[in-house]
Structures are given as C-alpha cells and as structure tokens.
C-alpha cells in the first residue's frame, strides 16, 4: 500500500509504514554500500492499472527519491552509500520515458528497472518498453533489474542494456530440489561436446519435461535448464551433478547421494544444491562476460535458446 | 590348563586398542583405537549420522572439527538406500564420501524405539516400513548381512558395547550398571556406551572406565536452537540473546564461534531459513569433541580428577552441588568434589 508519504509493508510484526525518514534511519544503521530507493511499484502487483495510477507510481518514486538525496546531503554517513533510483512506470511507454530521464537528471548512482518481472510471456511484451527506457539512461552508470533471472531471460536484458541481475533463479531450483545442469561453453572443444552429447542425451531430448510441482514456498515450473534429482532414475547415477563443474558438491558427491538425501529429507541436500547451483549460474555469467568482450553473444545466446523450451 | 586355554582364546581376537594412560585413582584411560579408516584417540564422542549424513553439515566439515569416527545407522540405511545400492557405491564410505572411521549399529535401539511398528518372531523382529508400509524381516542373518555391506567396522573390532542403558532408567541404576559392566571387561578391550550423551555423563562414564560413546542429543538439540556451554546450554531463541554481541562460547575454537555472535544466531532462529540449525549443529559436534579431548589430555598429564572437579564446577555452580548420582559415582571409583 502506497501513499504520498510512505510504503507499508506488512512483516511478522504487523504493517510498517516506511516512511522516507524511516527508510533512510534504517539505511544510515545499515551502512550498505548502496542501495535502492523507496518507490511506489505498487502498478506491477496488479492487473489492468489506469495511467492515473501508473502515473502516480512515477510521481512518488520521483519525489521519495529527491527526499531521500536530502536526507542523505544532511549525513555524512548516508553519504558513504550509493542510492539507485528506480524506475517505473509500468507498461505504458509515456511513462516509463519520463521516469527514466527525470530519474537520470538526479545525482544517483545507478538504476533500477523495476515492474518487469513475471511470467515468461508478459516478458516478451516488455522486452519492447525495456530497450526504450535504457537508451534514455547514461552509458557509465550500472543498470539493475529485479524479478528477472532465468538464464535465457538474462540474455535478453543483457542485449538491451542491463548488468546486474539477482540470482534467485538458482535458489528456486535448489529448493525444489533440482541441479542446474545448461550448458553455457559456447566454445567447447570438439572431444568434451561429444562426452556431454553421450552423456546427456537425455536432458536434451525431454523437450517436454516440464511439470508443475509443489514443493514449500515454490509453485514454479521445472524448467528445461536443470535436472530432477528426486527421479528414480538417479537413484544409482553415480556421475557427478555436471561433469567438469569445480563446486564442492561435484567435487565430492554424486547424483545418487543426492537423490538419496532428498528422498530422506535430510538438511545436507539443500546445502550441497545450493553450493552447485550458484557455482553453475556464476560460471554462466562469466562466459557471458567473456563473450561480449570477445563479440560472441550470439552464439552464446543460440546455445541458450536451444536448450529453453 | 584350562588357565592356559583360556589365556590362549583371549590372545587369538586382534589388538585394536593400545592404552596410552591410566587415572591412578579412577578407572579412566586414554588410549587409541587402530581402525581401517585411521587411529582415533579415545575417550571419544562419536557424532550420529543416521541416514549417511550429519544432518545439514558436509563431511570436510565434519573433519575440520577432528572427528576421526561416526556413527550410521544399520535400519535406516537397510531401508534407504539398502544395501545394494550402498554396495554399488563402494560402501558407505564411498556413498557418503567420508575418509575415516564409520561405526555402525545392529539395529537393536530401533527395535525399542519402534516397537509399535514391530512383531517378534522365531525368525527375527518383523518391521513395519514407517515410509511406506512394507514389511521387513530384520532377522540376525539379514542384520549381519546389511551390516557386512555396510562395511561396519565394529563386527571387526573385538571390543564390548554396553547398551540397553539410555532409555529411561533411574540415574542411579545406571551409573550402578555401567560401574558393574566395566568392572568386568578386560582392560585391553575398548568400552563403548552406546547413546550417551549428555556432558556430565560422559565425564563421569569415563571415569567409570568408557572409551566411546554416542548420541543425538548434541545434534538434536543443536536444531532446537540450543547450544552446548560448559555452564549447560544456551536457548538461543530467548529475548536475552537478541543483543548479546559475544560468541556462544568465547573459548570455543568452532568456526560458529569464530564468526557469529549469539545475536546473530538468535535473529537467524527467527527467520525463514535453517542456517542457524547448520552453525549450532558445527559447535555442538565441536563442544563434545573439544570436552573429549580436554579429558583426555587431563588423563594423560595425570590430573583427570581436578578436571572433573573443575567441571562440576563450572557445570552446577560448585562441585558439590553436582546431582547426587554423579557424585556418588564418581565416589565409587575414587573421585570425591569438594
């Protein structure tokens, strides 16, 4: 809920208004190195909002924003942290423009691309919205998105303009018990693509694996970029989770453990998933990084798509 | 010649144990066990893995804090994984990818605690599966035999387990039994007190001639938000901890310790996550270890009775107001407080 002076939030100890004040006591404990602005986002958590509203969005994050860079003149503590301004708008494109070039006009340290987040189809539609507003922002000053993760959904944010990305795709996938297992080398040598053809042949033609499953706190779709290890096929598999990956889990366990600890419930496997799972997705990020500095993001991009589904 | 025969059958099972020190007073005794998987120095505690796993801690965990020795458990592994698959993986060892010692029990204490699930026949004890309702027979041949593709390394160590003692009876009874139990053993022959536990026990168990132990009371306790301290433990969850800046211990070596404050831990309790279960987890294994190896080094530079009067007293306060059965134990063999 949203109002002209604060952001409510409701948390275990009931609703908390957050007010600029607030916001900004709470940031000067915290001492962050930066941090996103308050803003009203509120547009992107309904459906079929009035420009009246998206609008307004707009207006408040404005104004939360320029209070904010008071209070953090007025503090030489705040003034150690970076503040990001965050851009709404939702989907209208009148909207979204005048956010970011009034937002680029302040004295921040970087932007937030708020609103884009949801399933994989509305995406699509502002994919569009997205080149336009980041062409409005300075080149030298980092781009964020938020609710964007999935590695084929990361190219395409890439591709128009984004650097940084939150990374919870690769716990989602933990906590449903699976293992990132895409490939990203897009320039493998000949011997190791024909070892992981033979090796996952599988994987690559359950073209149709998805399934909706219900595990705590996570109603996401399996997706074709991971492996289930719950499956009683890994029961004996005593390869590793990806043959090659340096993580702790790979270094020392097996598929097989593994099933094994998620058909017991046991805390070890959601420990080790989570270890292989951020060392898979930070290591696509650094071939990401490779190959825009070697012009390769094409290819990269082309191995991505064919293993989406 | 029946001494003689008698002297001969003694010297035919194999040494596994050398003993390094004696406490001149009480029965207590430093030694070390050679096992396939590497020496461990005794007294010492031996953390349970039930289903191939400390639960939430890696085994290069496990090893940093010095444990040379764990325990699994021969039913539930029986179950899941079974013993085929665990034979596909190079034994337990391989399954679970843990270089030292694994101990593994017969199965026994599963069929107190499960007795409702369980019918005792001529053949063995009939189990329900508790998972999905299947029925096993755990008769003496099929124990042996899970035990066998366990790699269990007990059938090979000729030693003595003292069990049926952790399961309710009066205090008082138990030291009694236990004193009775190793009044009786060779002295060369490890003594291994099956599900103890807690740390005034174990103190006073190796007073009463005990070289190895186990239980689930460190790591269980471990996640219900409760950390082990010489002066008992720390509810972790309760107000008093939310701004309390200190370690959980300030002379514990665990990397918890190293790392986290008590506040720290006590915010993690109260989120959404099970962090706070993995770092008291580490220190709990790491409290019983180091108390292990603290009354070990006590027995060997001959001082192992003002280490348990030290204990007591820091545990209850002042050594006589140590609970009666303990004093009275540790009277049996020698040992007065204060």
Known sequence: ?309 | MAGAATQASLESAPRIMRLVAECSRSRARAGELWLPHGTVATPVFMPVGTQATMKGITTEQLDALGCRICLGNTYHLGLRPGPELIQKASGLHGFMNWPHNLLTDSGGFQMVSLVSLSEVTEEGVRFRSPYDGNETLLSPEKSVQIQNALEMTKRDVPGFAIGGLSGGESKSQFWRMVALSTSRLPKDKPRYLMGVGYATDLVVCVALGCDMFDCVFPTRTARFGSALVPTGNLQLRKKVFEKDFGPIDPECTCPTCQKHSRAFLHALLHSDNTAALHHLTVHNIAYQLQLMSAVRTSIVEKRFPDFVRDFMGAMYGDPTLCPTWATDALASVGITLG
């Open chain 1, 1 to 309: 809920m949203v109002c002209w002076q604060s952001v409510s939030v409701w948390s275990v100890a009931g609703r908390v208004e957050m007010t600029v004040s607030k916001f900004m006591a709470i940031q000067k404990a915290l001492q962050p190195d930066w941090f996103q602005c308050l803003s009203d986002g509120e547009v992107s958590c309904k459906e079929a909002t009035s420009i009246k509203r998206v609008r307004k969005s707009v207006d408040r994050s404005l104004l939360f924003l320029d209070n904010c860079l008071r209070l953090q003149e007025e503090s030489e503590v705040l003034q150690k942290s970076v503040i990001i301004g965050v851009i709404e708008g939702g989907d209208v494109m009148e909207e979204r423009l005048r956010s970011a070039r009034e937002t680029a006009k302040r004295p921040v340290g970087g932007f937030l691309l708020d609103g884009f987040q949801g399933n994989p189809t509305t995406l699509e539609t502002r994919l569009r919205l997205l080149s336009s507003v980041t062409a409005e922002l300075p080149e030298d000053k980092p781009r964020l998105i938020s609710g964007v993760s999935r590695p084929d959904e990361v190219l395409e944010c890439i591709e128009r303009g984004v650097d940084l990305f939150e990374s919870f795709f690769p716990y989602q996938v933990t906590e449903r018990g699976c293992a990132l297992t895409f490939s990203f080398d897009y320039q493998p040598n000949p011997e190791e693509t024909l070892l992981q053809q033979n090796g996952t042949q599988e994987e690559i033609k359950c073209v149709d694996q998805i399934k909706k499953i219900e595990t705590t706190g996570c109603n996401q779709e399996i997706t074709s970029f991971e492996i289930n290890l719950k499956e009683k096929k890994y029961q004996e598999d005593f390869n590793p989770l990806v043959r090659g990956c340096s993580c702790y889990c790979c270094k020392n366990h097996t598929r097989a453990y593994i099933h094994h600890l998620l058909v017991t419930n046991e805390l070890l496997a959601g420990v080790l998933l989570m270890m292989h799972n951020f060392e898979h997705y930070f290591g696509f990020f650094h071939y990401i990084r490779e190959a825009l500095k070697s012009d390769k993001l094409a290819q990269l991009k082309e191995l991505i798509h064919r293993q989406a589904s």
